[in-house]
């Protein structure tokens, strides 16, 4: 595992010889560059399906995690990144399975949506409540909202039965399509505000609830696009801490992204040759504070009064954050209680850009520490873009693209899933499970 970072990749020798599809050797070593959960991810999902003597080495110039990491405050590990995953991530939880990891326990907490002036939503202690005040303010629109996720996540979900049948797919157009049809392609060149309008819900309910929920995960307005969810050999130059050196490889995933903001890699003497891909990304901070919240910045001079551990934000010009939430560590025990809100606490907030002392001062009366984490966070959705593609060359593939569908666990999962089926369908030349129509038939009448 892991020697230092790659930094420039080149076709050595194109087309040696082919052997016959059944007989065809599995390949003999994979470089995966980037060992980010996508790294991670389809290096498993590799070695799962060409086999333990494959040899295959990951590179990567910082720790395994990418943007999956914790801070330690107090001695407790927090997570600063990448955090939640819903229960049917099926990926994501099998992950969990096989590395032995525990589901923390859910720490009871209520959210509220802050406008910079008021809070503009507040959950409370009680279901049917809470349902009054969604009805009172937005009519049926959360209804709405729920049948039109509920759709999209129902045919989302195909993409695990087509998978356990080693169906892949050579570009993202063609994934989308076999899920939802041109409708899921057309999801990704149109905002989700769009998408919600259409089908009823109403525009404040947009401004209101969905910016403050995309502010919080993507820091951005609600533009996002609807889904945010032969043989050649190839020598890797990498350069590290112990020198420069190279090594071949009869297939490549790269698993970091190649746009101009993020990208550090170069590709040479290909033909026609490989460049970075269109867009940029949204530049992010995470400030993970320990301190006392200043709570009469949100209305409450009392701080025991102060009922909620997450904060979610409208688009509001001028206000300097987007999210902010009192965070549980990572191990937490049986008799783990959230802090009281008079009490020093761990909170996560979220922003566009550094928050200064002046900024910080407003949201905490007072604090011990602050660790701060800037970022390119998340592809940046505003402009409609066609999605980069899987295949880069003969066995040289690009995970990262998935990105501009959907930034999220399981759809990096689901993406490193796909590119090792695909890289072992292309390499044992089974084209019958590559781009396949009318797959839920198939899948249907292979059973
Ligand atoms: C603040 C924040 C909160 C999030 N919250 C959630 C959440 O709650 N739920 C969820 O599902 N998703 C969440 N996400 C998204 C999720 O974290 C990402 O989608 C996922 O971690 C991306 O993994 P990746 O492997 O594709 O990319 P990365 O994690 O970025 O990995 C890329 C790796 O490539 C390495 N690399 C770069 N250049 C080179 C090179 N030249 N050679 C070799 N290696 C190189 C990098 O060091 C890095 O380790 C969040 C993201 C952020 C930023």
Redesign the pocket.
Known sequence: MAPP???LLLPALAALLAAPAAARAPPRSIAV???????SAVAYFLQQHFGPQVQLDV????GV????ATVTVNKQQYES?????HALSLHMQDFVKILGLKHRREVAGKSAIFSGEHFVLEETDWYLLNLFRLWWHYGISFLRLQMWVEEVMEKFMRIYKYQAHGYAFSSLEELLRSLGGDAFVNMTQRSVAESLLEVGVTQRFVDDVIAAVLRS?YGQSVLVPAFAEGRALYQVHYEGSEGQGSAFYDMVVV??PLHPSRS??TFENFEPPIADFPGAFQP?V?SVVHGYLNSSYFGFPDPKLFPFASILTTDTPNLFFNAMDNICPVNISAAFRRKQPQEAAVWRV?SQQLLDKQQLKTLFRSYYSVQVTE?Q??PRYDAAKSLPPIVLHENLFYL?GV?WVA????M?AVAAKNVALLAYNRWHQDLEKIDQKDLMHKVKTEL
């Open positions: 970072p790659a930094a560059v980037g060992a980010g959960l996508g790294g590179y990567e110039p910082a995690g990418g943007r999956l990144r990448g955090a939640s995953i995960s698993t970091t550090n890699f992010s995470t979220l970022w966070a998340y990262s990105e930034s999220s666990m399981e990096i």
